[in-house]
């Protein structure tokens, strides 16, 4: 990339692009789980992740739900519009699974009469930790309105993308969402859509096509995110 680079996580670099206001997002082929303890570099999972990712985004759009995703550039690059992120994530779940069976004792599987929202502070130095909305209100990381906005976003997300993978036969456990402020001052969906931040079953016999894939050893990562994208009838290894 030409551009400055502007932040690196785990799974994704950002680069200032030609145009003021607008990034470049590269997906890595980093693989990390356990905050990172567990971490491995898989061939073309940055390709695989970009366009189940610039896919999601297109559905979302097409659907009325405003990103920052503009379009999507290289097999590994999308552009985006820079925003100002708010540090709270969003989760919704539809099937218990994760940290919320350990910290409930819940059965793994168990689905929920309702989708569930749950805010999270978004730190790897403190692993994410889960907070209250008063935490935001108090500590100034977003305003009640402001979690309402995102949580009623995120529920339309769930029920647009819910809708997509049932109908190529893959259950949407749950997902984490971030968002942040557009230039025009609208909160938007940012960050990344992919398996690497969604849990995903196949809906007849269970089997995760998700990220648990590399943290619990149950096979290939590149072949379960190949799958879903071949579900999909998503093109990988070429622009949109």
């Keep these: ?12 670099r950002l680069f200032e692009s030609d145009v003021p206001g607008q990034l470049i997002q590269q997906f890595k082929d980093d693989a990390t789980a356990f905050d990172g303890v567990k971490r491995e570099r898989i061939a073309g999972k940055g390709e695989l992740n970009c366009a189940i990712s610039s896919f999601m985004f ?27 992120m708010f540090p709270v994530e969003i989760v919704i779940r539809n099937i218990a699974a ?4 350990k ?12 989708p569930l929202s749950e805010l999270f502070y978004k730190s790897d130095a403190l692993h994410d930790p889960m907070i209250a909305v008063e935490h935001a209100e108090l500590f100034g990381w977003a ?6 906005t995102m949580r009623m976003l ?40 992919t398996p690497d931040g969604c849990r995903l079953w196949d809906a007849a016999t269970g089997r995760k096509l998700d990220k648990d894939v ?18 999909l009838g998503i093109s990988v290894g070429a622009s949109a």
């Design 1 to 12: 990339m030409n551009g400055k680079l502007k932040y690196e996580g785990k799974g994704k």
């Design 58 to 84: 297109e559905r979302l759009q097409e659907a009325g739900v405003r990103s920052h995703f503009i379009r999507r550039e290289g097999p590994r690059e999308m552009r985006v519009w820079e925003l100002e």
């Design 98 to 101: 994760g940290s919320i069976c």
């Design 103 to 114: 910290r409930l004792g819940l059965t793994e599987g168990l689905r929920l009469a309702r």
């Design 143 to 148: 305003t009640a309105d402001e979690i309402a």
């Design 154 to 193: 995120a529920l339309r997300v769930n029920e647009v993308l819910a809708g997509l993978l049932s109908g190529v036969g893959i259950q949407l456990v749950d997902f984490k969402l971030e968002f942040g402020r557009h230039p025009d001052g609208a909160i938007v969906l940012g960050d990344e859509i």
């Design 214 to 231: 590399f943290r619990r050893d149950l096979g290939g990562l590149s072949e379960a995110y190949h799958e879903v994208a071949t579900r």
